[in-house]
């Protein structure tokens, strides 16, 4: 897609707003990590913040800002109310014309790459910043935050529980067509083809998908409500189900449609609401009824339900804190046996327990059915810290085994710090003339110059990765 077609979509995706008076206070994060897309990030702590929190990242849509989208989706009652970190995302019109975060363009919707990359590292410096549970990152967004959103659970499936997709579209529509198209009339894939198409972000990840939640309104004129029916087939095919619901019902005081996918445990993988009577926007119902939130005083926030009630709930953060089901830790957690590349690890079984839950370095990476499991695609002569937990019939989860470490063989990978300039004369990146891309994964690193300077990890030999402060 051109240049000058992303901007025209920008411009056709809202009609410019005012700037919403700022009722909430939000903490600016000046330096989380590498930055390739160039966004901000805003956090919004409760006062009464629990240890280990989880995390909502949360996308605004075309002319909107981190502090329009606190100010207006409700978000920051419900992390009052059940005590989550909310990390706000921000583009500017430097990214983008209309500050549309770029759902459409392959350089930003890439794993590893532009602006979901930026979003990934904002969730790993609320980890170490805020100690926040690394199982319970959830992410959702409007618009083009909500393409945005589709995004990043295609492209992190590793990094996010859930996902909440409001008047959005399903990942890499864009690959075949343009950007007006897949907003409006949307385009007909089969539910096969979107699945692949999620499956091609991240080849070869073999871990659990992300649940996927779909919010849009019936009277959507900007993004065609034929794209909630598309993300459907998307995510149940990702999942593995059919596109016919197991359950139907209306929720909140408007009497939205709920459809249920769920899976052979009984979980919700899918959910699809469809908000009658409502245009292109986030729905809020102003109040303080326990499932009302959010304002209706700018443009795209429409009253109906508070669709962040419904979100948070479909995330399950009723609660501060996981809600473990009554099976205990797994005993004698052990590391068996390393190559360069996996650690193998055994645990004892326990009784009644349907399958396991595998964490590496505090994200879940497995469900295996039992012991022993091997954990694959590691780099060499690299530390991971493990711990297990036993699954019930229903998936809930029991208690963490406690930690143990593990190391692949093999050398530690090499790492380069300097500026671009240098490290495209030294072989470890490339240039177009304007900008210098890690040699090997192609992420761009910003202008090429002396001016921008990276660390870079090297591994395997000529792959480089940038790895500013998490190197080797």
């Not at 996010?160 to 864009?174: I, K, R």
């Not at 004369?425 to 202008?447: E, F, I, P, V």
Request: proline share 7%.
């Amino acid at each position: 897609m051109s240049t000058v077609l992303a901007l025209l979509a920008a411009l056709l995706w809202f009609v410019p707003t005012p700037a919403a008076h700022a009722a909430v206070t939000l903490e600016k994060v000046g330096s989380f990590g590498a930055n390739p897309g160039g966004l901000n990030m805003y956090v919004y702590r409760p006062a009464a913040l629990p240890a280990h929190p989880a995390v909502v990242v949360a996308l605004h849509g075309c002319t909107q800002s981190a502090q329009v989208y606190a100010d207006n989706s409700g978000l920051t009652t419900l992390a009052d109310r059940h005590g989550f970190v909310l990390v706000l995302a921000e583009t500017t019109s430097a990214n983008n014309l209309n500050s549309c975060f770029n759902w459409f363009q392959t350089t930003d919707n890439r794993r590893g790459q532009g602006e979901a990359a930026s979003i990934r590292q904002m969730v790993a410096h609320a980890e170490s910043a805020y100690g926040a549970d690394a199982a319970r990152t959830y992410v959702t967004g409007l618009s083009a935050g909500g393409g945005m959103t589709a995004v990043m659970l295609a492209a992190y499936p590793d990094v996010f529980e859930a996902g909440a997709v409001v008047a959005g579209l399903p990942y890499d529509c864009t690959k075949d067509t343009g950007a007006f198209t897949c907003m409006n009339p949307g385009v007909d894939r089969t539910p096969a083809v979107w699945a692949q198409r999620v499956r091609d972000a991240y080849p070869g990840y073999a871990g659990p998908w992300p649940r996927v939640a779909v919010w849009h309104g019936d009277n959507d004129p900007t993004v065609a409500p034929k794209n909630a029916d598309e993300l459907r087939d998307q995510w149940t095919a990702v999942h593995g189900v059919d596109q016919n619901p197991d359950r139907t019902s209306t929720i909140g005081p408007n009497q939205t449609r709920r459809e249920q996918y769920l899976g052979t445990d009984g979980r919700i993988l899918v959910e699809v609401d469809r908000v009658p009577a409502i245009g292109h926007g986030t729905p809020v119902d102003p109040g303080s009824g326990p499932q009302q939130c959010g304002q209706t005083g700018t443009a795209n926030f429409i009253d109906s339900i508070c669709s962040s009630y419904w979100i948070s709930e479909f995330f399950g953060l009723s609660g501060s804190a996981p809600d473990p089901g009554g099976l205990p830790a797994p005993a004698g957690l052990a590391a068996t046996g390393a190559t360069d590349t996996s650690i193998t690890l055994r645990w004892n079984a326990v009784e009644g327990a349907a399958g396991y839950a595998v964490y590496r370095d505090g994200a879940r990476v497995a469900t295996p059915a039992g012991s022993p499991f091997t954990d694959t695609g590691l780099n060499p002569g690299t530390g991971h810290d493990y711990s297990v937990a036993a699954r019930d019939a229903t998936g809930a989860e029991g208690a963490r085994s406690g930690p143990v470490t593990a190391a692949t063989t093999g050398s530690v990978a090499a790492c380069w710090t300097t500026d671009n300039y240098h490290q495209v004369a030294a072989g470890q990146a490339t240039t177009d003339g304007s900008y210098a891309y890690a040699k090997g994964s192609a992420q761009n690193m910003g202008l090429y110059n002396t001016f921008v300077t990276h660390t870079l990890k090297e591994s395997p030999a000529g792959y480089y990765v940038v790895a500013d402060g998490n190197c080797p």
